[in-house]
Every structure is written in C-alpha cells, then in structure tokens.
C-alpha cells in the first residue's frame, strides 16, 4: 500500500516537473519570437535611415551578444566545452547566428516589414524538410499540400511586390530570397543542432556562439565598421541600435535554447507567428507600411499551409 502511494506521488511529481518544464519552454519561445517581432520594426528603420550597413550592424549585435553571454559567465559555475564541440558551436553560428541575421538585416534594405514578417512565419515548414532529411521523417499528402499551398503565397507575394502598386515600390525579388535563406537556415538550426544545445547550459552555449559569430562576421565588416560616421546617426536611430545590440540577442538568444531544450523544435518554430502579428501592427500603426488585400491573401495562404503542415505534423507526434 505504501508503495503504491509512493508510485503516485512520485508520478505525480514528475507530471508537474514536466508540466513546468513545458510552460517555461512555451514562455521562452513566445518571449524570444515577440523580441524577434520588435526587431523586424526596429532593423527596417534603421536600414531605411542607412546610417549603418547590414554587416556592420551584424558584428555590432555580435560584440554585444558577447560581453553580456561572457560576463554572466563569470558568475556562474565554469563549464567546459571539448575541442570537437567548440567546432560544431562554430557550424552553429554560422548557420544560427551569421547567415539568418545578415540575410534578415540585408533583407531589410530590400523589403518592406509586412513582407519581412510574412516570409518569417516559413521556418516551420523548412523544419519539416529538415526532419525528414535528418530524421526520416515522412512527408505525407497532408504535409505536400500544406507546401503547396504556402509556395503559392510565396510566389503570389513576390509578383505584387515586384510590381508597383500607386507608384510605391514595395519589396524586390531578391529581398525575398534573402528571407527565404533567412527561414531555411535558422530552421536548420533549430532542426541540427538540438542536441548539442542540450549538451550544455545556455550562457556556455550562447557565449561560444557569438563569439564565433564575432570572428567570423569581423574581416567582412571590418571596413565598415572603421568608416561609419556614429556622430551623425540621430538619437532615435542610435536606441533602436542599442536594442538590437545588446537587449535583442541577449535575451532572445537566451530564451531560445530554453525554449529547445523543454519543447519540440516544431513547437519552438510555431511561435514565429509572433512575429508578424507584432511587426504588422507596429507597422501600420506608425505608417511605416501599409496592409493591402494582396498581403492579407499572401499572409493567409503562407500562414494556411504552415498550420497544415504543423497539425499533420502534431498528430504524427502524439
């Protein structure tokens, strides 16, 4: 008797152990993808003011990120990381850091923030191919069609944004490929790269990761971050920079392996439809952008397909 109510205790107390590991890794994920939604408003403002160019702003996010992920390491206990794993941290970052945040930051020169947003609500679907390279997992007709269906929102998108609506230019081809690549590889990330995150605490992890994103971003930004002119960028300009330097990939980035280390890599990826609804409504709301019946239709169709794939997905899982 004693036994058995020990059993259901203790089962009892592992359903709430897992219980509070979910929530806080639905929490960590809608935080880091409500910061991400901020960045979208924050990046096209800058990048419309051109006072810093892409990779530049990049390496910038890349020293802060740093010093904050080092200097809290100093205070907690030390970690080490073997030779083989430091290399696989550097893969890391460039496929999770460098290659996602300077497309996204290149796309923003090119591309407007509802557009920004829209494409960013793809990265469930590049998980989806991801899993059934990495792990076998089979696409169904379900899954196919849900493909279908947003591609069809990808390619409606880019014929009304290369074309121009009231003498505005809106979004060009190639900063769409740009979110494409955006999408695909922060995917990959997320997708390859779970296991390694789990290895090890969030400050060690994120500390040797944008340190490698540092080393690897400098000799490509090194000019431009010698011959921009700081004195000239407006007071507004320079907040929006401070936020993306040293508030944005610290706390997202922290957030983000909280988020992959108590929940699946597809519920983490869910979470991008954060995104758009706060980049939109910032957007429009400033004037920044405006919201037209061919974006709400291209949103739709995107949006569509993912929840497709991700409810087909879902019930595969359980």
């Given amino acids: 008797m004693v036994t058995l109510q020990y059993s259901g205790m203790n089962i009892r107390t592992m359903a709430g152990t897992s219980s509070k590991k979910s ?13 991400f939604g901020l960045n979208i408003v924050f990046c096209k403002d800058i990048a419309s003011s051109e006072v810093i160019s892409p990779i530049a702003l990049f390496t910038w996010r890349a020293v802060g990120g740093a010093i904050l992920f080092w200097a809290i390491s100093l ?76 591609f069809a929102g990808i390619l409606f998108l880019i014929f009304n944004s290369a074309v121009r609506h009231n003498g505005v230019q809106n979004s060009s081809t190639w900063g769409i ?91 983490v990826s869910m979470y991008s439809y954060l995104q758009p609804i706060i980049a939109v409504a910032i957007a429009v709301a400033t004037g920044m952008d405006r919201l037209s019946w061919q974006k709400i239709l291209a949103t739709v169709l995107v949006v569509g397909g993912v929840l497709i794939v991700n409810r087909s997905r879902a019930k595969a899982q359980n």
């Fill in 23 to 35: 929530l806080a890794g639905h929490l960590a994920a809608g935080g880091a993808y409500a910061i």
């Fill in 177 to 267: 490929i740009m979110m494409l690549l955006n999408s695909f590889s922060f995917a990959a990330y997320l997708g390859i790269f779970r296991p390694l995150i789990s290895k090890y605490s969030v400050v060690t992890f994120m500390k040797w990761m944008f340190l490698a994103a540092l080393l690897i971003s400098f000799p490509f930004s090194a000019r431009d971050l010698f011959s921009t002119d700081y004195a000239a960028i407006p007071v507004n300009v320079l907040w929006e920079i401070g936020f993306l330097i040293f508030f944005a990939p610290f706390v997202a980035y922290f957030l983000i392996p909280i988020g992959q280390k108590n929940i699946r890599p597809t519920l």
């Fill in 75 to 150: 205070f907690l206990p030390k970690e080490k990381v073997c030779g083989r794993d430091l290399l696989k941290i550097a893969a890391a970052a460039f496929i999770g850091l460098f290659v996602p945040q300077l497309t996204f930051l290149a796309a923003c020169t090119m591309t407007t923030a509802i557009d920004i947003s829209i494409l960013g609500t793809l990265s469930p679907i590049f998980t989806m191919f991801i899993a059934a390279l990495v792990l076998k997992e089979p696409i169904t007709f379900k899954k196919a069609g849900g493909v279908a269906i947003s």
